[in-house]
T-cell receptor
Framework: DGGITQSPKYLFRKEGQNVTLSCEQN?????MYWYRQDPGQGLRLIYY???????QKGDIAEGYSVSREKKESFPLTVTSAQKNPTAFYLC??????????????FGSGTRLTVV | GQQLNQSPQSMFIQEGEDVSMNCTSS?????WLWYKQDPGEGPVLLIA?????ELTSNGRLTAQFGITRKDSFLNISASIPSDVGIYFC???????????FGKGTKLSVIP
């Protein structure tokens, strides 16, 4: 079955450490996205990528970095420069250029807690 | 940029009651989507709408694409405890595959 996988589900890190969240999809989707979700804040876009080796900043990119070396993979690194990294992180993917907008398929999320 | 206003922010309802929520955009959309997020999980697509005035159902859920192309509505009939979660609207304009999301409506169902 095709899908989008985020790992790990829960992640604990010490303050000041970088941490990388994994996102893999086997849906052959062109675009991938990273969102941050805080209680009552909705979904805030961190980065997105529409093609391999290219990505764009979203609304809250500061303190985060990404790479898109393969179509299937879009890892997110939360750096020590991110002032308040504790949050629920969601990865999504979508097909493009196929007529209708079929929307995003989301992963099941990674809850990052920085202590 | 485009903005979506989703209301209400939260709802507490009795089991068996009907629910209505809506989204309003500052610009015209060609696609409206409704998602549900269960606690601790990612959002899942419920309904997709592509034409002004379109009314689409998915079980007890019914969504409508507003005729002005700037709004959409979601109704849930005869709510049950598993309807609990956050409902998000999302939309995109002509030729765009990138979605703008509302801030969500948090639904609580009292048994």
């Amino acid at each position: 079955d095709g899908g989008i996988t985020q790992s790990p589900k829960y992640l604990f890190r010490k303050e000041g450490q970088n941490v990388t969240l994994s996102c893999e999809q086997n849906l052959n989707h062109d675009a991938m996205y990273w969102y941050r979700q805080d209680p009552g804040q909705g979904l805030r876009l961190i980065y997105y990528s529409q093609i391999v080796n290219d990505f764009q900043k979203g609304d809250i990119a500061e303190g985060y970095s990404v790479s898109r070396e393969k179509k299937e993979s879009f890892p997110l690194t939360v750096t020590s420069a991110q002032k308040n990294p504790t949050a629920f992180y969601l990865c999504a993917s979508s097909p493009e250029g196929r007529g209708k907008n079929y929307g995003y398929t989301f992963g099941s999320g990674t809850r990052l807690t920085v202590v | 940029g485009q903005q979506l206003n989703q209301s209400p922010q939260s709802m507490f309802i009795q089991e068996g009651e009907d629910v209505s929520m809506n989204c309003t955009s500052s610009s015209i959309f060609n696609t409206w989507l409704w998602y549900k997020q269960d606690p601790g999980e990612g959002p899942v697509l419920l309904i997709a709408l592509y034409k002004a005035g379109e009314l689409t159902s998915n079980g007890r859920l019914t969504a409508q694409f507003g005729i002005t192309r700037k709004d959409s509505f979601l109704n849930i009939s005869a709510s049950i405890p598993s309807d609990v979660g956050i409902y998000f609207c999302a939309g995109s304009g002509a030729g765009s595959y990138q979605l703008t999301f509302g801030k969500g409506t948090k639904l609580s169902v009292i048994p």
